[in-house]
């Protein structure tokens, strides 16, 4: 094993072979810094890192389930074995689902708690310390505009999402003074393969509102946090609608947000089997016709 001294920094993207992991990847390898990209699928790891590599950049994959237990121990045993400290930690690594609590999986609803939350969590946790003691570098966490709110239909993820940013800002307060950075990054919707994967795309609410390139979120991402920021919010759209959330009344908002992020074809919570308007005899939502006229 290699002396501490000896070690060199690197920038641990988990959920770093696409979406705004590799594209944070891409900026940071940009900067010179070599990068380690952690992610399940060893195709979608081996493509992002040739993207590194070919415009010059330092990168290490990493294969691997982050539901794993050991999954820290092992990302901190791959760093020593090849040299290498976590001077950033970028948790990129998350997902969500859309649909009734009552009716989503409980396992995958769980899933969420175990990726979003508690790899989060147990990373951050193992490698402050670390940080702390060189008095340098720090954690850059993905939130969401979800996190200022609880989304029904989406109750899992948003419930996640707002651990995050609770977590994150309250660490970046504790981390002053010591040379490290926690910054938490609260996009609105980002055009990647998440809104597929999560059903989200389907929601009038995710139709309505902009999607921002990947890109764009990792460029001031990167820069937020190198400037010490505890958050930062990419775009117009994502500060805006922040906005919105924080001056409605929740008797308001909750029921907005149930009522763009359900669908009326999705099965009813009630548990009837039947779909939510026929059970409900509600006609197709206005939300979803406003949507279909924008085509
Ligand atoms: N896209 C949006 O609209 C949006 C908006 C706000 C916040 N966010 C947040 O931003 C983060 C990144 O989202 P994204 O849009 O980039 O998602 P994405 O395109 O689906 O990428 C997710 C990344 O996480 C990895 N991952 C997923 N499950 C994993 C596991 N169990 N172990 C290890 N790696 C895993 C994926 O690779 P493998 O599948 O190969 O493991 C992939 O690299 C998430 O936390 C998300 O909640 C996204």
């Not at 699928?41 to 990168?59: K, M, N, Q, R, Y």
């Not at 954690?139 to 948003?158: D, E, W």
Request: overall charge positive; some cysteine.
């Amino acid at each position: 094993m290699t002396a501490e001294s000896e070690l060199r920094p690197a920038v641990v993207v988990v959920g770093g072979s696409r979406g705004i992991g590799k594209a944070i990847a891409d900026v940071a390898a940009r900067d010179g810094v070599a990068v380690v990209l952690v992610a399940r699928s060893p195709d979608d790891l081996a493509a992002a890192a040739d993207d590194i590599l070919t415009a010059g950049g330092e990168v290490f994959t990493v294969a691997l389930d982050l539901l794993t237990d050991d999954a820290a121990v092992q990302i901190e045993s791959f760093l020593s074995a090849n040299g290498l400290f976590c001077d950033v930690l970028v948790n990129s690594a998350g997902y969500g689902l859309r649909g009734s609590a009552t009716l989503l999986p409980v396992g995958d609803q769980v899933g969420i708690v175990d990726l979003n939350i508690r790899a989060l969590t147990d990373l951050t946790l193992r490698f402050l310390p670390g940080m702390v003691a060189r008095g340098r570098g720090g954690v850059i966490n993905l939130g969401s505009v979800a996190s200022f709110t609880p989304g029904p239909y989406m109750a899992l993820y948003y419930a996640s999402k707002g651990f995050v940013r609770s977590f994150s800002e309250a660490l970046h307060q504790e981390l002053q003074r010591t040379g490290v950075t926690v910054t938490c990054v609260a996009p609105g919707p980002v055009s990647t393969e998440f809104l597929e994967r999560s059903g989200a795309n389907r929601a009038a609410l995710f139709k309505v509102l902009p999607k921002v390139d990947s890109h764009y979120v990792a460029e001031r991402a990167w820069r937020g946090f190198k400037s010490g920021r505890r958050l930062v919010i990419p775009g117009i759209s994502a500060k805006l609608a922040i906005v919105v959330t924080s001056l409605l009344p929740s008797a308001i908002l909750l029921p907005l947000i149930g009522r763009l992020q359900r669908r009326s074809n999705d099965p009813c919570p009630c548990g009837s089997g039947k779909k939510y308007k026929a059970c409900h005899g509600v006609r197709r939502g206005s939300a979803e016709r406003v949507v279909s006229k924008r085509g």
